[in-house]
């Protein structure tokens, strides 16, 4: 019997896997740098918390969600993303008693039941980050900045963002009842008409060109937004232009989730196809009152790592992830192995990536090794230069040895190696 991972997961091995941690690195640095903190809540959450602020009429609270019965017979559900659990992890540690906004980052998988496909997974992996607790436009415009420079770090150059703004409690209703009105008088099957009553700007996201041809005139939450939303939107777009970030306004951008108000947005990278979102966001200022905390307004993102992952090979950024290894020890016979040992932990401690032959290899097996593993220098340890007391150091790329003294041996190639490296 051979098992394979579950349907839908995306896995991460050497050399590919190199560039999550890259990904996750160059966000983490954006987000320290601005002030940042790192929090680590929990992956799973009992169900109520995601239905109740992601919204019960989401996609993902209706069929998306990871949900079960632990064996205590509470229903728990695998995060399908960052915002709510980490609100509630802010709200439950107190953090929002402190100084506003709480500034926080995480990073870590999430869990979709969705219909697998390129970009797609039902296990994938976001950096998330949120300021909790301000309604302060500049923020808006400083999460986008955080995201946008951390892209641009990767090297990522095509990269358009999507900015637009879904009101508030007292615009978007009647926004809502005019979009309704709209969409009830357009040909549609039962699914569809039933979202109208339900969540009828997510209909504004159907993908069917038989739907997008009716939605053309559908009218749009700019031309609906009540004085303050307006002021509000002007403002995140002023600060993006001082700060030399461009938009494209999207005045049909809607979110997957239910709990945005005001500023939304969305990343996307043009060689991806269907899954071109490679982050997305927005202010989610009631959300903390819909599970129970006091008001914090508050804004956030998160990215997908699998996608951006996808985006730098389609850029062709995939160039080399770490430092190789630098020396390699090939031991002939079980003495030598033991000096080796000592040897390639003394160089590691020196910070000089090194690796070494295992088992049974002989010389010319070790030797090949060496030679695969990228390594500058071959330190080689046979009977005769233990005998000697020595080292033999062999440099790879022009073939030329050199014996040293095996207490010198360390100083030496660190000397060598570190001032290479300079
Ligand atoms: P989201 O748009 O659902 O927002 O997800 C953010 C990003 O995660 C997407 O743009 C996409 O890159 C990636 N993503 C989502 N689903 C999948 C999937 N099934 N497979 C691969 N990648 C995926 C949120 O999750 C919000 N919590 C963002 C946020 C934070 N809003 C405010 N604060």
């Not at 069929?63 to 632990?70: A, C, L, S």
């Not at 439950?92 to 926080?104: D, N, Q």
């Not at 979709?112 to 980050?129: K, S, T, W």
């Not at 777009?237 to 239910?258: F, M, N």
Request: with cysteine; aromatic share 8%.
């Amino acid at each position: 019997m051979s098992f394979q991972a579950p349907k839908g997961v995306s896995e991460y091995v050497p050399p590919r896997s190199a560039l999550m941690l890259r990904i996750r690195d160059a966000f983490a640095d954006s987000a320290r740098r601005a002030g940042y903190g790192y929090v680590e809540p929990s992956v799973f959450e009992e169900t109520q918390l995601f239905v109740r602020g992601v919204g019960e009429s989401s996609d993902v609270v209706t069929r998306e969600m990871y949900t079960f019965d632990d064996r205590g017979g509470r229903s728990i559900t695998l995060r399908p993303e960052f915002t709510a659990g980490v609100l509630r992890c802010v709200l439950e540690h107190g953090l929002h008693k402190g100084a506003l906004p709480v500034k926080v980052w995480a990073y870590g998988a999430a869990f979709r039941y969705e219909r697998p496909q390129a970009g797609r997974y039902r296990q994938f992996y976001q950096v998330d980050l949120e300021a909790i607790g301000t309604e302060d436009p500049a923020v808006d415009t400083e999460t986008i900045a955080i995201a946008w420079d951390a892209y641009r770090a990767l090297g990522i150059s095509r990269l358009t963002l999507l900015l637009n703004s879904l009101g508030d409690p007292a615009c978007r209703p009647v926004y809502r009842k005019a979009l309704q009105e709209y969409l009830r008088g357009l040909d549609l099957d039962a699914e569809t008409r039933q979202r109208i009553e339900l969540n009828p700007l997510r209909v504004l996201d159907d993908k069917r060109p038989e739907v997008r041809a009716q939605l053309q005139d559908a009218p749009v939450m700019a031309d609906f937004l009540c004085p303050d939303c307006a002021a509000h939107h002007d403002r995140v777009r002023e600060l993006l232009g001082d700060i030399g970030i461009p938009w494209t306004d999207a005045p049909r951008l809607v979110r997957g989730l239910d709990y945005y108000t005001r500023t939304t947005y969305e990343f996307d990278h043009p060689l991806l196809g269907a899954q071109s979102a490679i982050g997305g966001g927005g202010r989610y200022d009631g959300l903390s009152e819909d599970i129970g905390g006091p008001p914090l307004p508050s804004i956030g993102w998160a990215v997908g790592v699998d996608r951006i992952v996808l985006a730098m090979e389609a850029e062709g950024l995939t160039g080399a992830e770490t430092a190789g290894t630098q020396v390699f020890g090939v031991p002939i016979g079980d003495a030598a192995r033991r000096i080796m040992l000592a040897l390639v932990t003394s160089l590691r401690r020196a910070g000089i990536t090194t690796d070494m032959a295992f088992g049974e290899r002989g010389m010319k097996g070790s030797l090949k090794a060496a030679d695969r593993s990228g390594a500058s220098y071959a330190v080689l340890i046979g009977e005769r230069e233990q005998a000697a007391d020595a080292v033999l150091i062999k440099d790879l790329r022009n073939g030329e040895q050199v014996e040293v003294a095996a207490a010198a041996a360390v100083a030496w190639l660190t000397e060598r190696v570190l001032g290479e490296q300079r």
